[in-house]
């Protein structure tokens, strides 16, 4: 009895708290299996960091920024500290950011943060959600993680959409009359669901309410458990790592999360939200000043929406614009396509790995990240994806590459409508034929070692360079990936001369699997004859 | 596509064969983990101190950069524009408050990633991978006691209670569903409909004058607005954002359409000045070839014919409003658009 009351007075203070939050939340636990977590390095691996500390720097800003904003569309004269608008009409959500902006000590800095913060968020979550893509990374057990990530980066899009359009300036204001003309075009509800977004006829005067509580408690709130979801899985499955001498699909090499990690990652969120602040001190973003309020009969030239939402502004500028009227009803086709378009980009990077791990029947787990070059297939549609995305994104500035570039805007028009196309198949089968370059070169490096630059000059005068052949590590590394050999449907006739039934959807994924891994599709890995045989003396080369 | 058929175009063998047992003759085999090479820091005390150093210097830095962002907080009016070059003219508030504030931030990680670089240890150790499924067994009691509970729930045996249960739960998120109806009126003809009708004034949105035809000369485009629509009236943005109207003058042989004609006045047109596609304003406007350009998405129209698109995503031409002038001689509409403004919309027609 005495003696665990001494052990409890003895014990330090720190300790104490520990003991007492165990006995409450079994905090020892946790820790036992997380506090020496191992986390394998590479410089990709915080891409997705960057992601969770921008969210968590608009988060924090974004707070700030609800103690000033009014999201109210109620018609006020101005009357701030800025000249140029004074005696102007505009709404309330509208002057309580321009006093944001002008009278608020800081409050532009936030104001600016947070913007700021919105594009680097959906910047990181693009750029981290391909490289899970080009390494494979979302394979079997991560689908679901790939997919939790994925709906991040869209809800990212419409909280940035209904974010940006709050102030109620004429930018903002343009971008929420074009959501109001595409839900128009859908058949047969558009128009109620336009009415029942806006409250009535557009503007009307409550979409800036209703897009508040969706921009700061409905959509974060989802996309908060979400990311939750994610880190959670993340632990869970532990992290990918690429393959390396000790390096296994069995393990994961790295540092632990304490004290290494613990530093490096969270010394990271201040690195993010440092250079984030210093961005807001000197570049200017969205200055609604300049703009103004929005009217619906006043637009500026070079209206533009963020970044992220400029594939969709693509998609409608190049459309032709079709419509078909028949039977007193009229089918926007030219805004409608788009709109059933702009998601389907979306769903189309989302879905591919389901697709690819129906082409190879995979069913085993993968902790080894791809390097891209070894999966052809896969990195060739990626690229063609991105491809599609950036034609997308050149017609959504159109306008800006005709004054810019002193192009006809027709010309470019005309070419993101053929370039939609074609350029997704040019850039699958130029980044196909080089990954088939970069294998090979892998193989060559294996089989002959590295080019060393020494030439040297034999007896007879023939000149030739010194290859070095390679340590067993860089051999194990380049040889370490796994080829897939493609599936076989079987002869169409069994052995007694019976048709067999290959259904349709078999015969497509034999047909996949071989322009994944057929023969030309896919460069053998050296064999260890092959390396035996050039290595075992005669061969200089 | 049985499971033997996949197995046989999968790679051979996956982990095993890769593991650190060095595979006599393969010279591919995993040669195992490196041994760890020591930094400078873990063999010279001096170098450990200089990074020491470096860190503690970083979180300093940060302390006195939050010092200056309490000062520039107080110092600096909210009001004060400064040129800084490169950077011209900027609120110096907003300046001086983003840059300490960056870098107090900015310090802090510098000197958190810095330390962990160089003087925590970067001795890189493996950790094992478990299999995420259940291993047979555990699946093997969960499915049983799923089916006990289930069994015990007499779920799938009274089928009166399940088939209910379901009918309910359907049911019931219908109630939220109904909730929803009031969010907005229902469309009727509003959209059919704008504040034009016959006998308004072309009220000139700069001037907030009626206009005279002698106001329009050839090659000017004017916006206007109908008479007894002030900026200050509640509904101000919903009514412009219908009967917002541009107004061009084109010489009457110019004109190619006939109708179009008709409605003018004096070589006077009034066409919508919301764009059909997506239902930006039009502005922009060339005198020598009367084509408007919407600048949100290119949309080309030609005013002098009928207003019919010529480039761009829109479907159809501009409504045209018909226009004549009154006893006192100021610009009128004739009646309202005979066709809805704006956007295409299934109702359309």
């Known amino acids: ?541 | 596509m049985s499971s033997q058929e996949n197995s046989e175009s999968l790679p051979e063998a996956q982990a095993p064969a890769h593991g650190a047992v060095e595979h006599a003759g393969d010279p591919f085999a995993d040669p195992g983990l490196p041994a760890h090479k020591p930094r400078i820091q873990d063999i010279d005390e001096r170098a450990a101190k200089r990074s020491e150093r470096a860190v503690a210097f970083l979180f300093f830095l940060s302390m006195v950069a939050t010092v200056g962002f309490i000062a520039s907080y107080v110092i600096f009016p909210v009001d004060k524009i400064v040129f800084i070059f490169p950077f011209g003219h900027v609120s110096i508030l907003n300046f001086a408050l983003g840059l300490t504030l960056g870098v107090a931030l900015f310090c802090i990680g510098a000197g958190a990633v810095h330390w962990a670089r160089t003087l925590m240890s970067d001795v890189e150790m493996p950790a094992e991978r478990h299999e995420i499924a259940a291993p047979p067994e555990v699946k093997a009691q969960v499915l049983a006691d799923f089916k006990q509970g289930a069994a015990e729930s007499g779920f799938g045996r009274r089928k009166l209670i399940r088939n209910t249960m379901f009918g309910a739960l359907a049911m019931v998120p219908l109630s939220g569903v109904v909730l929803l109806r009031d969010l907005g009126t229902l469309p009727e003809k509003k959209l059919r409909h704008t504040m034009w009708s016959k006998g308004k004034a072309l009220i000139n949105m700069n001037t907030n004058e009626p206009l005279r035809p002698e106001d329009l000369l050839v090659g000017s485009l004017t916006f206007a607005k109908p008479e007894g629509l002030e900026e200050d009236a509640e509904d101000f943005q919903t009514q412009i954002a219908k009967a917002a109207l541009m107004l061009v003058r084109i010489k009457p042989e110019d004109i190619k359409d006939k109708r179009e004609l008709e409605w003018s006045h004096q070589g006077i047109v009034a066409y919508s000045k919301i764009c059909t596609h997506v239902g930006c304003p039009i502005s922009l406007y060339e005198q020598q070839t009367h084509h408007v350009l919407c600048p949100c998405h290119q949309s080309t129209f030609d005013l002098s014919d009928g207003a019919r698109v010529i480039f761009g995503p829109a479907g159809h031409a501009l409504p045209q409003l018909r226009i004549g002038v009154n006893d006192e001689g100021y610009l009128e509409a004739l009646g309202d658009f005979d066709e809805p403004v704006g956007p295409a919309f299934w109702e359309r027609g």
């Open chain 1, 1 to 541: 009895m005495s003696t665990t009351t001494d052990a409890r007075r003895e014990a330090p203070a720190g300790e104490r708290i520990a003991d007492w939050a165990d006995g409450r939340l079994g905090i020892y636990s946790l820790a036992k299996a997380n506090m020496r977590k191992i986390f394998p390095d590479h410089w990709s691996f915080m891409l997705g960091e960057i992601c969770m500390y921008s969210f968590i720097i608009i988060i924090l800003t974004g707070v700030y920024l609800t103690l000033f904003f009014h999201p109210s569309m109620n018609e006020v004269v101005y009357d701030g500290s800025y000249v140029p608008l004074q005696g102007m009409h505009m709404s309330e959500a509208f002057n309580s950011t321009m006093h944001i902006s002008f009278d608020v000590r800081g409050g532009l800095l936030i104001r600016q943060i947070h913007h700021w913060a919105a594009l680097v968020f959906l910047a990181g979550m693009f750029v981290h959600m391909m490289r899970v893509f080009f390494t494979g990374a979302f394979r079997k057990p991560r689908e679901v993680n790939w997919l939790f990530g994925f709906l991040l980066f869209v809800l990212g899009m419409f909280t940035g959409f209904t974010g940006y359009s709050l102030p109620d300036d004429l930018l903002s204001g343009t971008g929420v009359r074009f959501m109001e003309g595409a839900i128009l075009s859908v058949p047969v509800v558009g128009t109620y669901l336009s009415f029942f977004l806006f409250g009535g006829e557009f503007p009307g005067g409550d979409f800036v309410a209703r897009f508040y509580s969706v921009h700061i408690l409905l959509l974060p709130g989802i996309m908060l458990g979400l990311m939750v979801a994610h880190l959670i899985l993340v632990f869970y499955h532990k992290h990918t790592q690429f393959a390396g001498p000790g390096r296994t699909n069995k393990n994961v090499v790295g540092m632990p999360l304490l004290p290494v990690y613990m530093a490096k990652a969270g010394g990271f969120f201040f690195l993010v939200f440092g250079v984030i602040a210093v961005i807001a001190a000197i570049a200017s973003i969205n200055p609604i000043w300049a703009i103004g309020p929005y009217r619906p009969d006043q637009v500026s030239t070079g209206a533009q929406p963020d970044w992220y939402m400029g594939f969709s502004e693509g998609l409608i500028r190049v459309m032709p614009g079709w419509e078909i009227n028949l039977w007193g009803h009229t089918l926007v086709l030219g805004v409608f396509i788009p709109l059933i378009i702009f998601p389907s980009v979306l769903a189309a990077i989302a879905v591919y790995p389901f697709i690819e791990s129906w082409v190879t029947g995979d069913k085993r787990e993968h902790h080894i990240a791809d390097r891209p070059r070894n999966a052809p297939t896969r990195t060739a549609f990626g690229v063609a994806w991105i491809t599609w995305y950036m034609v997308l994104l050149i017609g959504g500035g159109n306008d800006l590459w005709a004054t810019h570039f002193h192009l006809s805007i027709n010309v470019i028009t005309w070419f993101v409508r053929i370039a939609f196309f074609v350029a997704p198949v040019l850039a699958f089968i130029a980044t196909k034929r080089i990954c088939l370059g970069l294998q090979r070169r892998d193989a060559e490096k294996v089989l002959h070692g590295r080019e060393s630059g020494i030439i040297k000059r034999l007896p007879h005068g023939e000149f030739i360079e010194i290859h070095e052949p390679l340590d067993a590590g860089a051999r194990y590394k380049l040889t370490a990936h796994e080829q897939y050999k493609p599936a076989e449907i079987g002869p169409e006739v069994d052995e007694n001369g019976v048709a067999r039934k290959v259904s349709r959807t078999q015969k497509l994924r034999a047909k996949l699997s071989k322009g994944y891994y057929g023969e030309g599709n896919q460069i053998p890995k050296p064999t260890a004859e092959e390396y035996e045989e050039i290595t075992s003396g005669h061969g200089h080369h």
